[in-house]
Structures are given as structure tokens and as C-alpha cells.
């Protein structure tokens, strides 16, 4: 069984025959206890002639450091290709260098700011939990960093394009020249399949099947008013037609509004509520996998959001005086959102509809 140092210099080996295969003219090479990339085509410092080899210093001979290596290599030759390569970029960094840590909160203030809607629940799920903790936490950021962290991702997947989104803004806070679009992939809302949202009068006639007042209410919560499943038991009326939900996402309270507002005068939104136990560390997970059970006990069929997805698809079929942002806006989500995925899943039935009502001026 070998050393770790044999290891160290076994994926050395390889990584060097790749970079030869791929006419890179850059070698990985084992220090004492350093990696450094060798080349001797990068433009000359001053006084420098032509050809010479340098050696740019690469920190620690550790696994997850050599992990970089071959992006580092790759990025480097590009940016000599490319006429971006400077000498200011690769100098030795000091020891008061900030890490990846120290600029990840940094950077949270600074987007919590911009962007008020984002709490820290959301910051630390959305940003740190699914991008930012992937990095090395306690190495400088740098370019060939975020690529290496974008490529371990699948492609054409929501996943790389959240990386390559989120690193994208990250590096533009910190300075550095990365553009990480030619990697995101075709993963996108376009992509999205339409489904088969339920008709009013299926939702009409599932709100009777529902012999329990209390899972009735809920049911109604989230058809009438666009919830997400597990906002349904955060849920406040403030009048007869409006009603104030803690966002599942951001954790903080947002306005939303019952379409059909008939059904906030026919049904019932207040009441004694079903009991049930979610755990703290899973809260939104488990009441909506509770509330689908029920459901589906009752009859009710379809995937977990198709209630709320027919509640934004309600408004852009039979409301179309009420703008996307609005809408959007008491949906919980962006306008882009809105448009992009809801105005694909209006099916012929639901578009004649729309010709009928805006075009023609007849109401159905």
C-alpha cells in the first residue's frame, strides 16, 4: 500500500499526461510540501527573457488541493491565449489574505442588503448550503477555484446552473474576471415540462370529498390563496379576500389574495387546524408530505404543488388585468418566475378562454 506522498505523485503523473493530451503546455510539479505550476510560455517579467520557466506557487501538497490543479492549469494557458494573463494575479498572497469564509460573509451582508427579501434562513439554504459550503473554505478565492466547483457539478442540471449563477456573483463582489456562462449549460426554466393542473371544477368537486373540516380548511388555504403547502399553518385572514402568510422560502410575511374570490365567500379558511408534529430541523418538508398524504387520502390527486401552480395560472387566464409583478408578488416568487414557467402551462382549453374574454370581449 503506498504513501500519501506516492498518491500525491501518482495523480501528479495523470494529471500531467492530460494536460499533454490536451496540448497545454503547463505541468503540475511536487515541492517539498508545495505544488507549483510550471510553464515556460507565460509573457516574461521584466527582464526576463523569452521561454523562461517559472514556477507560481500554488500552496499546500494536500488532496483537496490538488483537486484544482488541472482547472488551475486550464485557466491559466487560457488566459495566456487570450491575451488576460497578469502577473498581479499570481504573486505570492500574504498571510492576511482572506479566505473564502471571511469573503462568503461579506458577501451575505452585502447581498442581504441589496436584497432585503432574503433572510438569513434563505442565505444560509439557497447560498451557503448548496454553493458556498462546497468550496474550501479556508483558501484564498480565486478563478480557478469556482471553476473547479462549477465542473464537479452535473451539467445541464438546476444544480450547475445555481453554482454558476450564485459563484458568478460572488466573484463579481470580490474582483475577480471569471465568466462562468459558458458552463452553465441548457438546464433552465424553458426546459420545465407543463403539467396537467386541475380544472376549477375538479377543485370544486375535491373540496366536497374532503369529509374533515380541518384538512378542509388547509385545502382551501392553499387553493383560494396560492400557498405553498407548508404555509398553510402560517396563515392569517385580514379580510374577507386578503390574507398574510409567513413565505416558506424567506421566512418572513408576505400579502396574497383569493382567486376565485368566490371561493372566499363560499368557504371556510378559520377553524380548528389538523394536529401534526413536524420535526423543527425539517419543518417544510414534513408538513407538506403530511398534507399530500392527507390528500391523497381524500382523493385529491396530482403532484405536490399543483394547487398553488393552478391558483398563478387562475389569475393569467381569468384576471389578465392584474399584472405579472403583482401577482408574482403575492405568490411569493419573481416576476421571471411567473412569466417564464405559469403563462407555458395555460393549455388550448384556458388560451381560447383568454382570445374570448380580452379579444372578443365575451365573458364566459
Known amino acids: 500500500m503506498g504513501t500519501a506522498d506516492d498518491k500525491i505523485k501518482a495523480k501528479i503523473a495523470a494529471i500531467n499526461e492530460r494536460l499533454k493530451a490536451a496540448n497545454v503546455p503547463v505541468r503540475l510539479r511536487l515541492g517539498v510540501k508545495s505544488l507549483f505550476l510550471r510553464c515556460s510560455k507565460l509573457p516574461p517579467k521584466s527582464g526576463d527573457d523569452l521561454g523562461k520557466r517559472y514556477d507560481l506557487p500554488q500552496g499546500k501538497a494536500s488532496a483537496s488541493n490538488l483537486a484544482l490543479m488541472e ?31 471571511q469573503w462568503v ?55 450547475r446552473r445555481q453554482t454558476c449563477q450564485k459563484l458568478t456573483k460572488l466573484a463579481d463582489y470580490i474582483g475577480l474576471d471569471i465568466d462562468l456562462k459558458p458552463h452553465q449549460g441548457s438546464y433552465g426554466k424553458r426546459l420545465t415540462k407543463p403539467r396537467d393542473l386541475p380544472s376549477d371544477e375538479q377543485i370544486e ?9 380541518p ?23 385580514v379580510d374577507q379576500y386578503t390574507a398574510i402568510v409567513i413565505d416558506a422560502k424567506s421566512g418572513e410575511p408576505r400579502e396574497t389574495k383569493a382567486f376565485h374570490p368566490r371561493w372566499a365567500e363560499q368557504w371556510q379558511f378559520e377553524g380548528q387546524l389538523p394536529k401534526i408534529s413536524p420535526r423543527p430541523e425539517n419543518k417544510h418538508q414534513d408538513t407538506s408530505w403530511r398534507i399530500a398524504n392527507r390528500f391523497r ?16 395560472v387562475r389569475i393569467i387566464v381569468n384576471y389578465p388585468d392584474i399584472s405579472d409583478s403583482i401577482a408574482a408578488r403575492w405568490a411569493g416568487h419573481s416576476p421571471e418566475v411567473h412569466a417564464a414557467i405559469y403563462s407555458r402551462w395555460i393549455n388550448k382549453q384556458q388560451q381560447d378562454k383568454v382570445y374570448r374574454n380580452s379579444a372578443l370581449k365575451i365573458d364566459d
Open 71 to 101: 482547472a488551475k492549469a486550464h485557466q491559466l494557458w487560457q488566459s495566456v491565449l487570450t491575451g488576460r494573463f497578469s502577473w498581479d494575479e499570481h504573486s505570492t498572497p500574504s498571510r492576511s489574505a482572506e479566505t473564502v469564509a
Open 205 to 213: 368537486q375535491w373540496y366536497k370529498q374532503i369529509k374533515s373540516d
Open 105 to 159: 460573509n461579506k458577501f451575505e451582508k452585502h447581498h442581504r442588503t441589496d436584497s432585503p427579501d432574503c433572510s438569513e434562513r434563505t442565505f444560509n439554504k439557497y447560498w451557503r448550503g448548496e454553493v458556498f459550503d462546497r468550496l474550501p473554505q479556508d483558501v484564498r478565492p480565486s478563478s480557478a477555484l469556482f471553476l473547479s466547483a462549477v465542473l464537479k457539478t452535473p451539467e445541464n442540471t438546476r444544480q
Open 215 to 237: 384538512w378542509r380548511i388547509i385545502f382551501a388555504r392553499i387553493v383560494a390563496f396560492g400557498l405553498r403547502p407548508s404555509e398553510s399553518f402560517d396563515f392569517e385572514l
Open 297 to 312: 387520502a381524500w382523493g385529491i390527486t396530482g403532484e405536490r404543488y399543483d394547487l398553488r401552480h393552478a391558483w398563478c
